[in-house]
T-cell receptor
């Protein structure tokens, strides 16, 4: 199963764009990239996912490189409520398990 | 109001006792999952079920048991055989397996279990 690598922590000023990188160099052709976030002591929240095209929804944008070996989650205007741990996940090849790593702890600073 | 409920939010037990954590969903999802999270760690998969009356072990199934008698319910029992049961337990559900597509998982609020 493809693994992901994310920075341990990041800061972002309130109102600015938060760009969270993820490396997944061993991703297979049919594997999707998913992003979740977890606010302290709550269940993870689904944000967005994609296969190879860039995706955008009301929460965020997902930019996937052409070789699909890395991606970036963009929160266009970060607020204090976006402070959370962000997980980049690549779907398992079999079944529908999701493997969560330790993610990136994003702190939005006033 | 659709969603996943877990109860209770906080649970305390004495060592040596079995304890069952509740997970209910009204999203009409086929698949359900149990994860464990320890402080500062990511989520680790305990068990998952893709359909009623069927379930598979995840990465850390030892000391846990599950049942899936109804589509809406996937209770997790933490047995006395689990050596370090104190953790944050998360239940999730998804539409299920549809060919090569993997659908997103939706998580409940979690149950924090403390065993002393």
């Amino acid at each position: 199963d493809a693994k992901t690598t994310q920075p341990t922590s990041m800061d972002c000023a309130e109102g600015r764009a938060a760009n969270l990188p993820c490396n997944h160099s061993t991703i297979s052709g049919n594997e999707y990239v998913y992003w979740y976030r977890q606010i302290h002591s709550q269940g993870p929240q689904y944000i967005i996912h994609g296969l190879k095209n860039n995706e955008t929804n009301e929460m965020a944008s997902l930019i996937i490189t052409e070789d699909r070996k890395s991606s970036t989650l963009i929160l266009p205007h970060a607020t204090l409520r976006d402070t959370a741990v962000y997980y980049c996940i690549v779907r398992a090849r079999t079944g529908n398990q999701f493997y969560f790593g330790t993610g990136t702890s994003l702190t939005v600073i006033p | 109001d659709g969603g996943i409920t877990q109860s209770p939010k906080y649970l305390f037990r004495k060592e040596g006792q079995n304890v069952t954590l509740s997970c209910e969903q009204n999203l009409n999802h086929d698949a359900m999952y149990w994860y464990r999270q320890d402080p500062g760690q990511g989520l680790r998969l305990i068990y998952y079920s893709q359909i009623v009356n069927d379930f598979q072990k995840g990465d850390i199934a030892e000391g846990y048991s599950v049942s899936r008698e109804k589509k809406e319910s996937f209770p997790l029992t933490v047995t006395s055989a689990q050596k370090n049961p104190t953790a944050f337990y998360l239940c999730a559900s998804s539409i299920g397996l549809r060919g090569a597509r993997t659908y997103e998982q939706y998580f409940g609020p979690g149950t924090r279990l403390t065993v002393t």
